[in-house]
């Protein structure tokens, strides 16, 4: 299950009175997502604070260089597309 879906089924089952803030968490082993709020009911909650980390240290350097050249591909591929003549 991923920390997203993880998230949404905790809130949906989250519930307690207004004015004792409460903190909800999730992790998928990698990310941790934290969300405080003042109060949650069947309607939605009254979030105060959102904090994503990441208890097992900071991204590798590699990790990182191997995404950001991801990312950096497919914003090429992309702009390629959108300048290229029809043959």
């Given at each position: 299950m991923t920390l997203e879906n993880t998230l949404q089924r905790k809130l949906a089952e989250w519930r307690f009175p207004f004015g004792d803030r409460q903190t909800l968490t999730a992790d998928d082993g990698g990310w941790?997502?934290?969300?405080?709020?003042?109060?949650?009911?069947?309607?939605?909650?009254h979030v105060w604070e959102v904090a994503l980390s990441r208890p097992n240290g900071p991204i590798?350097?590699?990790?990182?260089?191997?995404r950001a050249c991801s990312v950096a591909a497919s914003v090429l591929a992309c702009i390629n597309r959108g300048t290229s003549t029809p043959n």
């Open positions: 941790v997502v934290a969300v405080q709020a003042d109060s949650a009911d069947t309607v939605g909650c590798a350097a590699i990790d990182l260089k191997a």
